[in-house]
T-cell receptor, first 115, second 113 residues
């Protein structure tokens, strides 16, 4: 049973427009969420994170929104650039269990930004 | 500061063989986690080491094992390789028990023939 779901395997947007990547989770014990970006033949690169005490976290062109009641988070990229083309992974962790820092990942969404 | 390094980057083995992968964390990081990435299963947690002790283990068979050394470097071993073990093996490091963010290495691409 997938506890973290990214239901859109791919997304294509025009350069300069907004990219919205979505992620849903089922485990109510998750209270810390991260987004990673992955290029081919490289490891995932940390982008941005959010804890459940917040509903929004912004870092430059990247903003993550968390709707805890809906168990849903999204990553907004504005404006999108061709260099943003990559696979984006949503990940979650149960911060209450300090002995368990394993990340549970979604299956990823491939973003293609068209010039 | 150098990032997480993994060696080798690519590896080809045959069924039944064993393999050892190495990971050097970011300087000062004491926690190392291992993940397996396959096209069908995405990124799945293997295990985590902190201060030379395995703190957590994912749902993988006993053929997958690991260890961590006093300098925080970690190795992962897979014995009796199966075709399904072909994957990208990723290592991630973090500062310690209270750390929030894991930083990934480039991975080792293992192909089992």
């Amino acid at each position: 049973d997938q506890q973290v779901k990214q239901n859109s395997p791919s997304l294509s947007v025009q350069e300069g427009r907004i990219s919205i990547l979505n992620c849903d989770y089922t485990n109510s014990m998750f209270d810390y969420f991260l987004w990673y970006k992955k290029y081919p033949a490289e490891g995932p690169t940390f982008l941005i994170s959010i804890s459940s005490i917040k509903d929004k976290n912004e870092d430059g062109r990247f903003t993550v929104f968390l709707n805890k009641s809906a168990k849903h988070l999204s990553l907004h990229i504005v404006p999108s650039q061709p260099g943003d083309s990559a696979v984006y992974f949503c990940a979650a962790r149960d911060m209450a269990d300090t002995g368990r820092r394993a990340l549970t990942f979604g299956s990823g969404t491939r973003l293609q930004v068209q010039p | 500061k150098a990032g997480v390094t993994q060696t080798p980057r690519y590896l080809i083995k045959t069924r039944g063989q064993q393999v050892t992968l190495s990971c050097s964390p970011i300087s000062g990081h004491r926690s190392v986690s291992w993940y397996q990435q396959t096209p069908g299963q995405g990124l799945q947690f293997l295990f985590e080491y902190f201060s030379e002790t395995q703190r957590n283990k994912g749902n993988f068979p006993g053929r997958f094992s690991g260890r961590q050394f006093s300098n925080s470097r970690s190795e992962m071993n897979v014995s009796t390789l199966e075709l399904g073990d072909s994957a990208l093996y990723l290592c991630a490091s973090s500062l310690g028990v209270s750390s929030d963010t894991q930083y990934f290495g480039p991975g080792t691409r293992l192909t089992v023939l």
